[in-house]
């Protein structure tokens, strides 16, 4: 049987991430859920939706990258999480430009 050195692998070296590190990604978490919560009792017209998907999207970006590690990956599995967030995004125009122009 073949066997394979893993043993220089970037996995396997501890990545750690220090408590004020998820306590400040947490108080931004929470202040941006301040935010939309503020932002929803104020008439932007259209300008709402594109406001709220603009924060959802930063906190998300902050939770995949603290919270779930991603900053620890390699490169390639960081490009497949890109690929499906853009098409995510995709999606998620064409419904309201549908939305909108209907």
């Known amino acids: ?3 394979h050195d893993h043993s220089s692998s970037p996995h396997d070296a501890p990545h750690t991430v220090s408590y004020v590190t ?3 990604i947490w108080l ?10 503020a ?3 104020v008439d932007l017209g259209r300008w709402i ?3 709220a998907l603009t924060i959802a999207s930063i906190k998300t970006m902050l939770v995949l990258e603290v919270f779930m590690h991603l ?3 390699d ?3 960081r490009l497949f999480v890109l690929v499906a967030c853009v ?6 125009t064409l419904t309201f430009f549908d939305y909108a122009f209907a």
Do not use: R
């Open 1 to 3: 049987m073949e066997q």
């Open 22 to 24: 998820y306590l400040l």
């Open 28 to 37: 931004a978490l929470v202040m941006l859920t301040g935010l939309t919560v």
């Open 39 to 41: 932002l929803a009792g």
């Open 49 to 51: 939706i594109i406001t």
């Open 71 to 73: 900053k620890f990956e």
């Open 75 to 77: 490169k390639t599995f």
């Open 87 to 92: 098409t995510f995004a995709i999606f998620i």
